[in-house]
């Protein structure tokens, strides 16, 4: 069974950078797109970032966080990476990793990411 667990939220001033990191089990993780997505309170979850397995050839950023995230994966240590800089208030959320049940498969929508993560709170301060 496929396990995903993300690490590295916290409190991060105005202007800070964090690293979320997200580590998987239970099948060939190179093989799976990965997902980074979030939530803030009240509000809907939504897209922020993937990457295609396994060379991560193909990469989506929504729009809010273009030229400020990073996502990465390192398939020796079956964890993926989402380094975050220029973090503003707005990027507050919980943040969970996904993957899909396809191999090959990716888009920038939440729709067919079936396993996810616990989540991770980031939480930026002004």
């Known amino acids: 069974q496929v396990q995903l667990v993300e690490s590295g939220g916290g409190l991060v001033q105005a202007g800070g950078s964090l690293r979320l990191s997200c580590t998987a089990s239970?099948?060939?993780?190179?093989?799976?797109?990965m997902g980074w997505f979030r939530q803030a309170a009240g509000k809907e979850r939504e897209f922020v970032a993937a990457?295609?397995?396994?060379?991560?050839?193909?990469?989506y950023y929504a729009d809010s966080v273009k030229g400020r995230f990073t996502i990465s994966r390192d398939n020796a240590k079956n964890t993926a990476y989402l380094q975050m800089s220029s973090l503003t208030p707005e990027d507050t959320a919980v943040y969970y990793c996904?993957?899909?049940?396809?191999?090959?498969?990716?888009?920038?929508?939440?729709?067919?990411?079936?396993?996810w993560g616990q989540g991770t709170q980031v939480t930026v301060s002004s």
């Open positions: 239970g099948r060939t993780f190179s093989s799976y797109a």
């Open positions: 990457i295609s397995g396994p060379r991560g050839v193909t990469i």
């Open positions: 996904a993957t899909p049940e396809r191999m090959g498969w990716i888009a920038p929508t939440p729709g067919g990411y079936v396993y």
